[in-house]
């Protein structure tokens, strides 16, 4: 069933008009205001009227559906860039993954093969301190590898600090997180107060009206007379009668008859002669 549009009603709300609206079609014999349904007009064509009318039954919770849209746009909406990145769209996120991960790898290698370096070179140079005479570079093997020992407590230190710097990166990403499940909550609370407003102020009132509403009369139409159901050919039955029936009106005679002179010419008396 397609909706009408509607100029405040975004196309992708309209499901959730057509699924308040079916909702409440479903649980009307739950509601004495609509125990009428199905005397005059049935659930489908009930449907079919308020979908008609969507304009006029959103317009009634036009305020909560207003702040609906509104919180989520401000959901969806992107966070204001720092200046730096204005200049340079995408530069500062690149760098900054860069340098996480180089740091990682450094944090991680340097304790490693300082604390390797160190091990051997020790290692080494008290084994060349154990010589008799003791060689020249074995001073200089030993100084080495306590450097790299330096430099290996130095690299552990480092460590701690970048767990310290991941943990409150990941605690400031937490918070984010956090307002936008916020930002989700005010959403969802919106558009449970639009529905419900569009279901009590605009759906409710619209079908009770319908089923209130008397039906409409027919205007009466005056009977046709009735016709002969023999429809005519275009001709009349031929008039039988002879030619002397008719008079010169039109209209029909009958024939005059007299009885015939039977009576002989020869028997015309004493004074009549024949021919």
């Not at 709300?13 to 014999?29: G, I, K, N, Q, V």
């Not at 407590?153 to 936008?180: D, E």
């Not at 959403?187 to 009770?208: C, K, M, N, Q, S």
């Amino acid at each position: 069933m397609h909706m009408n549009s509607a100029p405040h009603l975004l196309a992708e709300d309209r499901p959730e008009f057509e699924r308040t609206l079916d909702e409440a079609l479903r649980t009307a014999h739950e509601r004495p205001d609509l125990a009428a349904l199905g005397q005059r007009l049935n659930s489908e064509q009930l449907r079919t009227m308020a979908l008609s009318a969507s304009a006029i039954i959103a317009a009634h919770a036009s305020a909560e559906y207003d702040h609906y849209v509104k919180a989520r746009q401000d959901l969806r909406s992107p966070a204001v860039p720092s200046p730096g990145a204005l200049l340079v769209p995408g530069v500062g996120e690149h760098a900054e993954t860069t340098g996480a991960g180089a740091v990682a790898v450094v944090a991680v290698l340097t304790p490693v093969l300082a604390g390797i370096a160190a091990v051997v070179l020790l290692l080494v140079g008290y084994l060349l301190s154990m010589l008799d005479p003791a060689p020249a570079v074995a001073g200089a093997v030993l100084t080495a590898g306590w450097v790299f020992g330096a430099l290996t407590v130095a690299g552990l230190l480092g460590a701690v600090v970048g767990l310290l710097f991941t943990a409150l990166r990941n605690r400031s990403t937490a918070f984010q997180v956090g307002h936008r499940d916020a930002s989700n909550e005010e959403v969802d609370r919106a558009r449970e107060a639009w529905t419900r407003a569009l279901l009590e102020r605009g759906i409710l009132p619209f079908l009770r009206d319908e089923l209130t509403r008397p039906p409409e009369t027919a205007p009466a139409v005056p009977e046709q007379p009735r016709q002969n159901r023999i429809p005519g050919l275009g001709y009349s039955r031929p008039d039988f009668g002879s030619p002397s029936e008719h008079s010169g009106n039109g209209h029909r005679t009958r024939p005059s008859y007299s009885s015939p002179d039977f009576s002989s010419p020869d028997y015309g008396g004493p004074d009549h002669k024949p021919e």
